[in-house]
Structures are given as structure tokens and as C-alpha cells.
Nanobody, 125 residues
């Protein structure tokens, strides 16, 4: 069974940092565009960041630009999301996703066809 598995979530105070990881089992996602999304209670699942297959290009939501960094090694998984200067508004379940075959980063949920189960990030004020 193909799975994406997120880890690294937790409870942190405002201003703190967390590093999320996304690993794969059951198949390789080498060369695939990978993304991070998040969903707060009662809200839609929103784009956070994405990285191209080579790791050479990234994109970020305006709300996290300058605070979060997405990265990967050797065009493969794991994919990481380094989150610094966390705010209470960053509280959400964070999901890793693999994009349908395309070379550019995508920002829509429908651009992605494999999803992890999510990891909870809670930022206290």
C-alpha cells in the first residue's frame, strides 16, 4: 500500500520552531513535485509550500513566506518543512502530498493525488 507519512508535529509556544518530515512507503516519489498543506478546524485545506522534483524551485503561501522552508534531498523523500517564528494562526493539521505528474509546483488541492494522514501542529500564545 502506498503511503505518505508525516511526522514532527506537536505543541510549541509562539515564536518557536518545528520541523516536519514526510516519508514514503510502498513506492518512490523520486522526481515528483511535493507539497505541504494545512487545515484548521472548520476551514478549507490550504496550500503552504511546494518544491519541484529536483528541489531547485520552491513556492510558498504569503502567510508563511520568510518563516517556513521546504526542502528535500536528492530529488527524493523525505521532504521537510522547517517552520520558524510560529504563530497561533499556524495551528492546523499539516498534510504532505505528491503532485500529479507535472514539473511545476501547484497550489491547488486538486493538483495532488497522494496524501498523508496529517500531523497536528499546535501553537500556543
Amino acid at each position: 500500500q502506498v503511503q505518505l507519512v508525516e511526522s514532527g508535529g506537536g505543541l510549541v509556544q509562539a515564536g518557536g520552531s518545528l520541523r516536519l518530515s514526510c516519508a514514503a512507503s510502498g513506492r518512490t516519489f523520486r522526481g515528483r513535485v511535493m507539497g505541504w498543506f494545512r487545515q484548521a478546524p472548520g476551514k478549507d485545506r490550504d496550500f503552504v509550500a511546494a518544491i519541484t522534483g529536483s528541489g531547485g524551485s520552491t513556492s510558498y503561501a504569503d502567510s508563511v513566506k520568510g518563516r517556513f522552508i521546504i526542502s528535500r534531498d536528492n530529488a527524493d523523500l523525505p521532504v521537510y518543512l522547517q517552520m520558524d517564528s510560529l504563530k497561533p494562526d499556524d495551528t492546523a493539521v499539516y498534510y504532505c502530498a505528491a503532485r500529479k505528474y507535472a514539473s511545476s509546483t501547484g497550489r491547488d488541492v486538486d493538483d495532488y493525488d497522494y496524501w498523508g494522514q496529517g500531523t497536528q501542529v499546535t501553537v500556543s500564545s
